[in-house]
Structures are given as C-alpha cells and as structure tokens.
C-alpha cells in the first residue's frame, strides 16, 4: 500500500498562484510515477498532470500552459504549480501515484484523499 497525502488547497483569488503538494510513503518500490486528478461536481475526475520517477512528463492540454508539475524524489513528494487561476480550476485536487510504462499512459492506482481548491474574488 501506498499511502499519499496532499496539501496546499485553500481559497485563492482569479490570477493567483497556488503550489499543490503530495508526500508519498509505504511500498515505494511499487510505484514510478505520480499524477494529480482534479474533480468538479456532476464531472468526472480528469487527469491533469503526471511526473514519473525519470522526470518524464504528461499535462491535459487544458491546463497546459499554467500547470507545472515536480517532484523531489529524495522526500517522495510531488508539487503541483498553478499559475493564473481561473474559476474553472475549482475542484478537488487528488493526488495519485502509480506504475507505468510512460507518463503519457498515466492511470492512477492509488489516491490520496484530496484537497479543495477554490478559485473566487
């Protein structure tokens, strides 16, 4: 079992910036990459990011321009830049690992719990 905690969400203004973060324990070894979901009510849960441990890296083409994801490998956390904040960015942000052949082929196996992310003036 992995276990993945997240922090970061919060409240934050349309044009701000918000710095998501992810620490991973447990069975390590059966993951090599980790990714971040966002979910909006009545949707389902979209992919928008995933970093495998070689540094390769996937982005939904939504967020392409404004999300940067990273990870520290040596304290086993992942982060999650947003940059320029819409309202449609609200959502619970989950962060999830997994093992894949490439980050374009990204599924998550395991999820954290979540974090609310809330973009409003």
């Known amino acids: 079992q992995v276990q993945l905690v997240e922090s970061g969400g919060g409240l934050v203004q349309p044009g701000g910036s918000l710095t998501l973060s992810c620490a991973a324990s447990g069975s390590l070894f059966s993951i090599n990459a980790m990714g971040w979901y966002r979910q909006t009510p009545g949707k389902q849960r979209e992919l928008v990011a995933a970093?495998?441990?070689?540094?390769?890296?996937y982005y939904a083409d939504s967020v392409k321009e404004r999300f940067t994801i990273s990870s520290d490998n040596a304290k086993n956390t992942v982060y999650l830049q947003i940059n320029s904040l819409k309202p449609e960015d609200t959502a619970v942000y989950f962060c999830?690992?997994?093992?894949?052949?490439?980050?374009?082929?990204?599924?998550?196996?395991?999820w954290g719990q979540g974090t609310q992310v809330t973009v409003s003036a």
């Open positions: 999830t690992a997994a093992k894949v052949l490439s980050a374009i082929y990204y599924r998550a196996f395991y």
């Open positions: 970093i495998t441990l070689g540094g390769s890296t």
